[in-house]
């Protein structure tokens, strides 16, 4: 009921193309859908973060998709570059608390490689 | 304006040890969660503490305990050390861990149990 299932598991894209990594969650009662980027040895960042009354985010190159009725939801990397490689995790959190008090359930992540 | 400080970076103890890590939220942060890292299981919530009350627990046996200082700095405690706590433990902190904030994560303590 709390997990969020993450795919691909890893990811190659070349450079300039879009990379795409989609999420799944069960537990209805998830309204906050961050992503975080981590780097080898750095602790995950922020990257960019969606509630269920919007569909669309964007921030620069990336955009997250929400589709609340499949329960799913997709980061987009428009443009990746060769320092967009990291691994990548989506999480999810049961209410207004922005995973502050209730904690985030993350995905697995993926690692993502892009080829210069 | 500096960031989640985390300390040891690296940390080394045998079976049966017990261990602190310490926590320093930024500045004006009064929420901190602490996650444990590992490549099996990914991250998972450890607990939450916010103006030195744990507000909330992850699934994690009575072992791991923490605690928040009145200036909100935050230790966690793993007692009776097993092999598997082998992991990559993780602080984050916020405002007040509510409403639309994002979490702050520092790049957190390296525990290896030999």
């Known amino acids: 009921q709390q997990q969020v299932k993450q795919s691909p598991q890893s990811l190659i894209v070349q450079k300039g193309g879009i990379s795409i990594i989609n999420c799944a969650y069960e537990?209805?009662?998830?309204?906050?859908f961050p992503w975080y980027q981590q780097f080898p040895g750095k602790g995950p960042a922020l990257l960019i973060a969606?509630?269920?009354?919007?569909s669309e985010k964007k921030e620069g190159r990336f955009t997250i998709s929400f589709n609340k009725s499949a329960k799913q939801f997709s980061l987009h990397i428009m443009d990746s570059q060769p320092g967009d490689s990291a691994t990548y995790f989506c999480?999810?959190?049961?209410?207004?608390?922005?995973?502050?008090?209730?904690?985030?359930?993350f995905g697995k992540g993926t690692h993502l490689i892009i080829q210069p | 304006k500096a960031g989640v400080t985390q300390t040891p970076r690296y940390l080394i103890k045998t079976r049966g040890q017990q261990v602190t890590l310490s926590c320093s939220p930024i500045?004006?942060?009064?929420?901190v969660s602490w996650y444990q890292q590992t490549p099996g299981q990914g991250l998972q919530f450890l607990f939450e503490?916010?103006?030195?009350?744990?507000?909330n627990k992850g699934n994690f046996p009575g072992r791991f305990s923490g605690r928040q200082f009145s200036n909100s700095r935050s230790e966690m405690n793993v007692s009776t050390l097993e092999l598997g706590d082998s992991a990559l433990y993780l602080c984050?902190?916020?405002?007040?861990?509510?409403?639309?904030?994002?979490?702050?994560f520092g790049d957190g303590t390296r525990l290896s149990i030999l």
């Open positions: 969606i509630r269920p009354d919007v």
């Open positions: 500045s004006g942060h009064r929420s």
């Open positions: 537990n209805t009662a998830f309204d906050y």
């Open positions: 503490y916010f103006s030195e009350t744990q507000r």
């Open positions: 999480a999810a959190s049961p209410d207004i608390s922005g995973g502050g008090a209730d904690g985030l359930t």
């Open positions: 984050a902190s916020s405002l007040t861990g509510h409403g639309n904030q994002p979490q702050h």
